[in-house]
């Protein structure tokens, strides 16, 4: 799974299957942080990802 | 998972509802703030070029509210001219006029340059953002602030005990242009999902100078509580606002510049001093 989050400007390759919330877990995101987008959708943090999946990341905290 | 009203994928939680209701939900509870605020003639919105200001003009627009676009250039390098550039682009396409005005022009110094002598850039940058805001704009003044946002002021005023800084109400005060912040009630999760939805050019760029601020540690820890236990931010907000604090002291006017303040010489113009 392809894994891009825009801030830091990262991008990640993970052998990963389950819920948006489990990948989040992993990465150590607090989802009240952040929206996910898979192939340009969104999905919620109940949704299950595929290995084959490419996910983006995004900050949901103002620039300041 | 589906939406709570149709049968269509849910693109959020909470609430839980797919991308045509979250956008009706929220455009609604954002109408419903408008409306509260009796407004009439045109209305300056304070803009940046990030999501929560752009999402606020584009609503005001979209309510058929004239609207005029203020932007501040503080001379951050490397941070606000991307954003500016992606604000240009939205208002133009919007049609909506956009001043910019810059620390440059009207303090004599870009905000990098006063970095270099005075470390607190977020208090210097906050006072002089807000003086600018308030000489510029007419009759009403329009701010992105979110729900994040207000709890986190609210949750550092009390951190502080400054209970002068607890929200205060809607008195009208001489020389001080009214402000309404009609995102207050919309999280910044919300406010971020509807600006996804709806393809706004925002840029994601955070201030370089904002780290290990007071502010981005009260961030993190409401964010660690709201994940717990939803509704902290809004319970902080309802609450703080219903705290009706009797003032300290007397509202007094710059010997200077005339600006509301309570001391002789308000926290602007004692800046602009010291920076000279």
Not at chain 1, 35 to 53: G, Q, R, S, Y
Not at chain 2, 107 to 130: A, P, Q, W
Not at chain 2, 142 to 171: I, W, Y
Not at chain 2, 234 to 250: A, M, P, W, Y
């Amino acid at each position: 799974m392809k894994v891009y989050i825009e801030r830091p400007k990262t991008e990640k390759n993970l052998e990963f299957e389950g819920t948006v919330k489990e990948l989040l877990v992993l990465l150590d995101i607090n989802p009240e942080t952040v929206i996910v987008a898979n192939n340009n959708e969104l999905i919620t943090e109940e949704d299950v990802l595929k290995n084959t999946d490419e996910i983006r990341i995004m900050s949901v905290i103002s620039g300041g | 998972m589906n939406c709570n009203k149709c049968d269509e994928r849910a693109v959020l939680l909470k609430p839980r509802l797919c991308k045509k209701h979250f956008i009706a939900y929220f455009e609604g509870k954002v109408f419903e703030e408008i409306e509260k605020e009796n407004i009439s003639g045109e209305i300056t919105v304070a803009c940046s070029g990030g999501k929560d200001s752009t999402t606020i003009l584009f609503l005001l627009h979209k309510f058929g509210v004239k609207v005029k676009a203020l932007a501040v250039n503080e001379g951050i390098k490397g941070y606000r001219d991307a954003s500016l550039e992606s604000l240009k682009k939205f208002c133009s396409d919007l049609g909506v006029e956009l001043e910019v005005f810059s620390f440059k022009n009207e303090f004599g110094k870009t905000l990098d340059e006063i970095m270099r002598v005075k470390n607190h850039s977020c208090k210097y940058c906050g006072v002089l953002r807000r003086n600018l805001l308030n000489k510029h704009a007419t009759n009403l003044l329009a701010t992105g602030h979110n729900l994040d946002d207000e709890s986190q002021a609210a949750f550092m005023n009390l951190v502080s005990g400054r209970k002068e800084l607890f929200p205060g109400g809607k008195k009208e005060i001489k020389n001080l242009v009214r402000r309404i912040k009609p995102l207050k009630y919309c999280t910044e999760k919300e406010v971020m999902t509807y600006s996804f939805l709806k393809n706004f050019p925002v840029d994601f760029n955070e201030c370089p100078n904002l780290k290990n601020s007071q502010r981005e540690k009260i961030r993190d820890l409401l964010n660690s509580i709201e994940v717990e236990k939803p509704g902290t931010k809004e319970n902080i907000l309802r609450r703080f606002e219903s705290i009706n604090i009797k003032k300290d002291g007397k509202i007094k006017f710059c010997r200077i510049c005339n600006n509301p303040t309570r001391r002789e010489v308000c926290n602007a113009c004692n800046i602009i001093e010291e920076i000279k």
